[in-house]
């Protein structure tokens, strides 16, 4: 699976839209982006995936480039809750397949 | 149910005990997951287990024996640990070949 890069940290005033960038310059055709969160002391929590067209569910919009080789996921009205760690993962999905979490991008809220 | 349940949320052992983590979730996912997580660190997967038979082992010390007795259940069975093995463990399932995880909130475990 394809090996993804994101800004180590990045703040975002609350009510704002909160992007937060993925590059992934080497995906193949048949990886998705996943996108994942981890608040503090939780479990990791799936947030929105997609393949080629610009997705969008209750919890945020995924915009993927053309060429697909990088990704900015959007928060739309940032809230403190939103402080977490986001984790972007290409993956082909198959039986054996697993996700592996980067490092990541910790995101700040703040009032 | 759209939830997976980890019991207990925290546990302290000693290095000569044997414990178990337990991990449900009624769901019908047929892929049920162990990761690792140290401090300030992400989570790293240990084991995979396939229509409850185990399909991956991320290189893992035989002092973790994982176990599937049933589609539903997952258990973390830990034996002779040591200090450093005190981590955040957070159990997830799927549907096999999905990764649309969803994660339980873990168990806290501190190895004296």
């Known amino acids: 699976d394809a090996k993804t890069t994101q800004p180590t940290s990045m703040d975002c005033a609350e009510g704002r839209a909160a992007n937060l960038p993925c590059n992934h310059s080497t995906i193949s055709g048949n990886e998705y982006v996943y996108w994942y969160r981890q608040i503090h002391s939780q479990g990791p929590q799936y947030i929105i995936h997609g393949l080629k067209n610009n997705e969008t569910n209750e919890m945020a919009s995924l915009i993927i480039t053309e060429d697909r080789k990088s990704s900015t996921l959007i928060l739309p009205h940032a809230t403190l809750r939103d402080t977490a760690v986001y984790y972007c993962?290409?993956?082909?999905?198959?039986?054996?397949?697993?996700?592996?979490f980067g490092q990541g991008t910790t995101l700040q809220v703040k009032p | 149910d759209t939830e997976v349940t980890q019991t207990p949320k925290h546990l302290v052992m000693g290095m000569t005990n044997k414990k178990s983590l337990k991990c449900e979730q009624h769901?019908?996912?047929?892929?049920m997951y162990w990761y690792k997580q140290k401090a300030k660190k992400p989570p790293e997967l240990m084991f995979v287990y396939s229509y409850e038979k185990l399909s991956i082992n991320e290189s893992v010390p035989s002092r973790f024996s994982p176990e599937c007795p049933n589609s539903s259940l997952l258990n973390l069975h830990l034996h002779a640990l040591q200090p450093e093995d005190s981590a955040l463990y957070l159990c997830a399932s799927s549907q096999v070949g999905g990764a649309g995880y969803t994660f339980g909130s873990g168990t806290r475990l501190t190895v004296v």
């Open positions: 769901m019908g996912h047929r892929a």
């Open positions: 993962i290409a993956l082909r999905p198959s039986n054996t397949g697993k996700l592996i």
